[in-house]
């Protein structure tokens, strides 16, 4: 009988944060890529556009006009997808037909008062001014809200329709779908093993290194074992943190080095402005903030969909929307080939 | 207090078959969009081009010839995902490091000889055939695999990399992650309530009315109550039938039919060859064929992703991949939108 190698053999793997599976097929990266090619980023955005609403000083869709903002800036979302004052649909006639009332709140933060910059081009201390406002508003809207959705749509393959630096915050009266998973997991690992899921994955991860991508003084960052993105990562605070207000200074500082080096690695692994969705998940909030959420560990997830080139992109389609996702190379491959690519970005290298 | 009316006011809903919840907000259909516009179709496809490994007399990347074949055609994935003979990860040591063996096959499934048509443009008959050959697949690859998922990416945008007319088929020796949900809902289901939940939820929906795309003598079509995808669509069969092969040659004609009428309006939407991801779900099949499975009816997921137009899709990013699905208008919305659209097929109705 063959020797197994993940690079080699297919084989499913286990999210058990998720409570999902993932087929792994690696030897899959040798097939032709004939189908669709992302168009050609637009290189050239201005740093200030008057007509753009994110900038400052410019005028938003409700006829409010934005401060001369010169760090972060927070406002509420002109379309929100969650408004504070919905109506409940009234109980349910029948176990197939559930609704349940949804409140909330949308916000949208920017930045940097510059459209030309992302996160990899700020320095470490404008980025630190970010995780502060991070800090800030899930401590704000987690006061009402169970549930604090930060998150950051980058790049157009993305869905992202403007190109300024910005990330958005959705609260809302429940806790979604994602969430209610993640609390499950944690909660059942806990009760089985005594300690954190996310605390215990963490230190395996340092002890086996092969998914490791960056590593700092209070701060992990690695492609999880069951990573279904080409390039995906988890970033794990090292001590037990509930949430993003209860980090120290020093974690702060830390996380906002960490994260510009993550991303430069990101950028520079094609040459481009590495598109994806990130987002941070801590403990449940609001009224039930007292309750013991002791087996949560604050994390973000990055969820990046370049495969192959800056042009090339992974589908999730066909299988993966009806059967189960599937990735095309090995987590510990992804994990090496960010980990030997250089922390100065490929743009600010020459200077 | 407002009266509460879904298409004014956000809630969520959830799905029994997949134990999933969606935020539904159809206020959010007014937002401007000024995101990305995916590239137009190239509209002239060749019929032939003896270059293209699905077409008839073609060389594949294997060496091999493809037949001059005239209605369908199934061949081996040449890069397939899933291989029959993959030696086994071993037993995990960590319960955060689980895999499992993964063994199974891939095939390709031409619909038709042309290049230059899609299932809309084709005949009742060819799509008879069609239908004919999803059966026998299903029994074939099932006397040995558990799970056979035939599905159809269509559409560049939904990252099928050739215009030729075709879908997949990947037999796996493992329930994929969305089967065993629906697995595990539906038996849930029948021991709580004594009959399959597809087949109250499809008698609840041919009462209730206001989800129903198209009706014929022994199918439904419907945008389920707890859709995701903006003009997402479930087809039915009325009769209780637990796999395709099953299906009798009066409900394998009708089926032809109804799915030709739903992806004739599916094109008429937005005058667009729709791009989709589909799939067939059926009872577990391979050794265990023969246990009792009767809490499963068979079904197929449409999940085409435009919103707006033939350009502006629905992006699946952000919130919904780290919280929880989100759409911008109403099951019933999308509903009554289908349902209306002619079935003669918009470039057929000059002739
Ligand atoms: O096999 P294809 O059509 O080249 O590939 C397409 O469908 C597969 C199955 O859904 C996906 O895994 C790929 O990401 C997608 O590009
Ligand atoms: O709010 P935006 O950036 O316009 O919209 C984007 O992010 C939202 C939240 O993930 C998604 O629901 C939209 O589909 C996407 O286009």
Same mark, same amino acid.
């Given at each position: 009988?063959?020797?197994?190698?993940? %690079? &080699?053999?297919?084989?499913?793997?286990?999210?058990?944060?998720?409570?999902?599976?993932?087929?792994? @097929?690696?030897?899959?990266?040798?097939?032709?890529?004939?189908?669709?090619?992302?168009?050609?980023?637009?290189?050239?955005?201005?740093?200030? #556009? *008057?007509?753009?609403?994110?900038?400052?000083?410019?005028?938003?869709? +409700?006829?409010?006009?934005?401060?001369?903002? &010169?760090?972060? =800036?927070? =406002?509420?979302?002109?379309?929100?997808?969650?408004?504070?004052?919905?109506?409940?649909?009234? %109980?349910?006639?029948?176990?197939? =037909?559930?609704?349940?009332?949804?409140?909330?709140?949308?916000?949208?933060?920017?930045?940097?008062?510059? @459209? #030309?910059?992302?996160? *990899?081009?700020?320095?470490?201390?404008?980025?630190?001014?970010?995780? #502060?406002?991070? /800090?800030?508003?899930?401590?704000?809207?987690?006061?009402?809200?169970?549930?604090?959705?930060? !998150?950051? +749509?980058?790049?157009?393959?993305?869905?992202? %329709? +403007?190109?300024?630096?910005?990330?958005?915050?959705?609260?809302?009266?429940?806790?979604? #779908?994602?969430?209610?998973?993640?609390?499950? @997991?944690?909660?059942?690992?806990?009760?089985?093993?005594?300690?954190?899921?996310?605390?215990?994955?963490?230190?395996?991860?340092?002890?086996? $290194?092969?998914?490791?991508?960056?590593? %700092?003084?209070?701060?992990?960052?690695?492609? *999880?074992?069951?990573?279904?993105?080409? !390039?995906?990562?988890?970033?794990?605070?090292?001590?037990?943190?509930?949430?993003?207000?209860?980090?120290?200074?020093?974690?702060?500082?830390?996380?906002?080095?960490?994260?510009?080096?993550?991303?430069? $690695?990101?950028?520079?692994? =094609?040459?481009? @402005?590495?598109?994806?969705?990130?987002?941070?998940?801590? /403990? *449940?909030?609001?009224?039930?903030?007292?309750?013991?959420?002791?087996?949560?560990?604050?994390?973000?997830?990055?969820?990046?969909?370049?495969?192959?080139?800056?042009?090339?992109? $992974?589908?999730?389609?066909?299988?993966?929307?009806? /059967?189960?996702?599937?990735?095309?190379?090995?987590?510990?491959? /992804?994990?090496?080939?960010?980990?030997?690519?250089?922390?100065?970005?490929?743009?600010?290298?020459? $200077?």
């Amino acid at each position: 009988a063959t020797t197994f190698r993940a %690079s &080699e053999h297919q084989h499913i793997r286990y999210n058990p944060l998720q409570d999902e599976w993932v087929l792994v @097929s690696a030897h899959r990266m040798k097939r032709p890529w004939q189908g669709q090619v992302e168009p050609p980023l637009l290189t050239t955005v201005p740093r200030h #556009d *008057p007509h753009n609403p994110l900038c400052p000083g410019a005028t938003r869709a +409700n006829g409010e006009v934005n401060p001369h903002y &010169e760090g972060t =800036f927070l =406002f509420d979302n002109d379309f929100p997808a969650l408004q504070p004052d919905a109506p409940s649909p009234g %109980s349910s006639d029948h176990p197939l =037909f559930q609704a349940e009332a949804a409140r909330g709140v949308c916000k949208v933060m920017c930045f940097h008062p510059w @459209s #030309d910059v992302t996160l *990899p081009l700020m320095s470490v201390p404008e980025i630190r001014a970010v995780v #502060d406002a991070w /800090a800030s508003v899930t401590e704000e809207l987690g006061a009402q809200y169970p549930w604090v959705q930060i !998150f950051e +749509n980058k790049g157009a393959m993305m869905g992202c %329709s +403007n190109p300024h630096p910005h990330c958005q915050v959705w609260a809302s009266s429940f806790l979604p #779908d994602v969430a209610q998973r993640e609390e499950r @997991s944690q909660r059942a690992y806990q009760s089985q093993h005594g300690e954190p899921l996310l605390m215990e994955y963490g230190r395996q991860e340092l002890l086996r $290194k092969d998914r490791l991508v960056l590593t %700092s003084e209070h701060w992990l960052v690695l492609v *999880p074992f069951w990573a279904v993105w080409p !390039f995906q990562t988890l970033l794990l605070p090292r001590r037990h943190v509930l949430r993003l207000p209860e980090l120290t200074l020093a974690e702060r500082d830390d996380l906002a080095s960490i994260m510009k080096k993550l991303l430069t $690695k990101y950028d520079n692994l =094609f040459e481009t @402005s590495f598109p994806y969705s990130m987002g941070w998940h801590g /403990a *449940p909030m609001g009224s039930e903030a007292g309750a013991n959420w002791d087996h949560w560990q604050l994390h973000a997830h990055y969820y990046p969909p370049l495969l192959r080139s800056a042009t090339v992109r $992974k589908f999730m389609v066909g299988y993966e929307m009806l /059967a189960q996702a599937q990735r095309d190379l090995t987590p510990e491959q /992804a994990a090496e080939r960010l980990r030997v690519l250089p922390e100065v970005h490929y743009r600010l290298g020459q $200077k």
